[in-house]
C-alpha cells in the first residue's frame, strides 16, 4: 500500500475504475466492511483519510475528534486498500474554499436539523472526492443513512458517473453500532439505548406496526429510559431522507442522542413489508479498543 496527499498522485497510481472508501480516519470494522465490499467490486481499492473541518459544527468536536495515520495505515494495509490518500489541508480546501455544494430536500431534517451546515461540509468533500479521484464505485456506510442519502442525490444531481454501494451497519457484540466516537463513551449502558431502542421497534414492524409515531416513540423511550438524551427518532424515506407517517416505502428509522458529552447516531433499514436490516454484529471486541505494535 502506498500513502499519498495529492489529487495529481491519486490519478496516477489509480487512473481508472477504482473503488473510493472515504473516511475520517481512527478505522474501525465498519470502514474495514466498506474496504472489503469495494475490494469484491474492484482491483484498485483507495482510501481516503481526512477530517473534514467544513462538516464539524463545532470547534470543539473537530478537535476532540480521534486520529492516528500510523494506525489507520496499518489496518488500511491489512484489509487490502492498495493506495491511501491522505491529503493536508491546503491540498483539500487552498483557498477557503469558495465552492460549497449544498443538497437541498435530503439535507435538511433528522441531521440537517440538529447540525446546520454539516452535509454542506460533507457534499462539498464528497463532491471533490468524486472529482478529484474519479472513482468508479463509492462505499458509504448504511450507519449514516441520511449521509448516504445525501450522497446518491449529490451523484446523481451532478452527472458522477460513479456507483454508490450502501455497506451494512457494524455492531460491537452488544448492539452498539460501530463509530470513531465510541472510544469517547464513558456510559456504555446509556449508549446501548439507541440500538436497543431501534431493536425494539423493527421487532414492532416484523409484528405489522406501520405507523411512524409508535415507531419512534418505542425508540425514544427505549433510549431515554437507559439514560440517553434523545435529540430526534424519526422514520425517513430512504432514498429522500424525508420524514414519513407510514412505512409504505423503503425506508430507515434514525436516532440521534447525546450520551455524556458524545453525540451517536444509529439507525435500522426497514422495507414496508416490516423486514430490517440491523447490521451485523462483531463476535469480539472492536479493534477500536487495540492497542496495535505500531
Ligand atoms: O462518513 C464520514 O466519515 C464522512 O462524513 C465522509 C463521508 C468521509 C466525508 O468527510
Do not use: W
Amino acid at each position: 500500500m502506498r500513502t499519498v496527499g495529492t489529487f495529481a498522485e491519486v490519478r496516477v497510481a489509480a487512473p481508472s475504475g477504482a473503488a473510493l472508501v472515504p473516511t475520517m480516519g481512527y478505522l474501525h470494522e465498519g470502514h474495514l466492511a466498506c474496504v472489503e465490499a469495494a475490494r469484491a467490486r474492484s482491483d484498485i481499492v483507495v482510501m481516503s483519510l481526512f477530517v473534514n473541518p467544513l462538516q464539524f459544527d463545532s470547534s470543539s468536536d473537530l478537535d476532540r475528534y480521534p486520529r492516528d495515520l500510523g494506525r489507520d495505515a496499518i489496518l488500511a494495509e491489512s484489509a487490502g486498500v492498495d493506495l491511501l490518500f491522505a491529503p493536508n489541508i491546503g491540498e483539500m480546501y487552498p483557498e477557503g474554499p469558495a465552492t460549497r455544494v449544498r443538497v437541498s430536500g435530503v439535507s435538511e431534517a433528522m441531521e440537517g436539523a440538529h447540525r446546520p451546515g454539516h452535509f454542506e461540509g460533507v457534499a462539498t468533500v464528497v463532491a471533490k472526492l468524486f472529482a478529484g479521484i474519479r472513482p468508479e464505485i463509492a462505499c458509504f456506510g448504511r450507519k449514516d443513512a441520511q449521509q448516504l442519502a445525501v450522497v446518491r442525490t449529490l451523484a446523481r444531481d451532478l452527472s458522477f458517473p460513479l456507483e454508490i454501494v450502501g455497506v451494512s451497519t457494524v455492531r460491537e457484540a452488544d448492539g452498539l453500532a460501530l463509530s470513531s466516537r465510541n472510544v469517547r463513551v464513558e456510559d456504555r449502558e446509556s449508549a446501548l439505548g439507541l440500538s436497543r431502542g431501534l431493536f425494539a421497534a423493527a421487532e414492532a414492524a416484523a409484528s405489522g406496526e406501520r405507523l411512524a409515531a409508535p415507531l419512534e416513540q418505542i425508540v425514544t423511550e427505549v433510549a431515554t429510559d437507559t439514560g440517553a438524551k434523545v435529540q430526534y427518532a424519526t422514520l425517513a424515506d430512504r432514498h429522500s431522507a424525508a420524514p414519513i407517517e407510514h412505512l409504505d416505502c423503503e425506508a430507515f428509522l434514525a436516532v440521534a442522542a447525546t450520551v455524556g458529552e458524545v453525540r451517536l447516531i444509529d439507525n435500522v433499514f426497514l422495507d414496508p413489508d416490516g423486514h430490517a436490516d440491523l447490521g451485523t454484529r462483531l463476535a469480539h471486541p472492536s479493534i477500536l479498543y487495540e492497542k496495535l505494535n505500531l
